[in-house]
């Protein structure tokens, strides 16, 4: 069974593979209204049911679209409307699903849920994010530096922050693609060190860095992300906020990295918290072609989980 569960659990030459496919699928397709099918419809009769336990925009809307593009049908559920969030298990939900539908794609908060879900599902199912990582996402961003400036390998990535779930699956990406990958952040926002050890342990290049001048000097590319994700508590934004206003990216911070550095966030970002504007809107930013490439990246890793 072909789940998407996280970048650095699933196959390297698939990996590849899938953006090697989406860059083609996108150019396929270049120039049409986003309404218009794809040439090819590989997701002919096939159903796929979306469930959000959290807020989205761009992971909703990609999948939507994606799916409809390639000719298949959308269900888009929330956890609180469903069985799911008023107790029935994870497991009965994931074989009564499985009985109905052909992909799931789901968003949750444990990644637990994530697990069980493909453990007793009988179809394949990808990960929309959870508190541990988001791997979708970091496909669409190896999909958008690669467009801009060739093959990530050896490639020098700088994240600034929290090391959070986004940086995790960086820091899978690193392991499975091959670029180097330094952390700037405070010591108390750590990346999680189970997965820093295994990712140290498979030869990644990747080295935890205190100060963000240091920590961006050779970069190539600079990433940002929220200082408070949907996980982290309301109280703890103050904190927080102290903690990481040194790590803000904003047009010193790009211009010590270099002018051919591109900078990318996930979205949704909060404008002059993590990032300037003059940044996010400046030539440095690759950030809406990101926000685009979810949808071609995506669309592939459905291909790959169907085998169509
Ligand atoms: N980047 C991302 O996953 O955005 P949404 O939360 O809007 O889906
Ligand atoms: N780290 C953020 C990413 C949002 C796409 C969060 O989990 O809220």
Redesign the pocket.
Known sequence: MNHFLDIHTTDKDALRGIIDQAGQMKQARAGRPKGMMDDEQPLAGHMVALIFE???????V?FDVGVRQMGGETMVLSGNDMQLGHGETIADTARVLSRYVDLIMI?TFDESVLHEMAEYASVPVIN??TDRS?P??IMADILTFEEHRGPIAGRNVTWMGDGNNVFASFLHGATQFGYNLTFCGPQQLDPDRDYMDEARAAGTNVRIERDPWKGVDGADLVVADTWVS?HDAQSSRERRHNMLRAYQVNDALMAAAGKDALFMH???AHREEEVTSSVMDGPQSVIFDE?EN?LHAQKAVMRWCLGV
């Open positions: 959290k807020p989205s925009t761009r992971t909703r990609s968003r929309g994010l988001h979708c996402q949907m996930c979205l949704p926000a979810r």
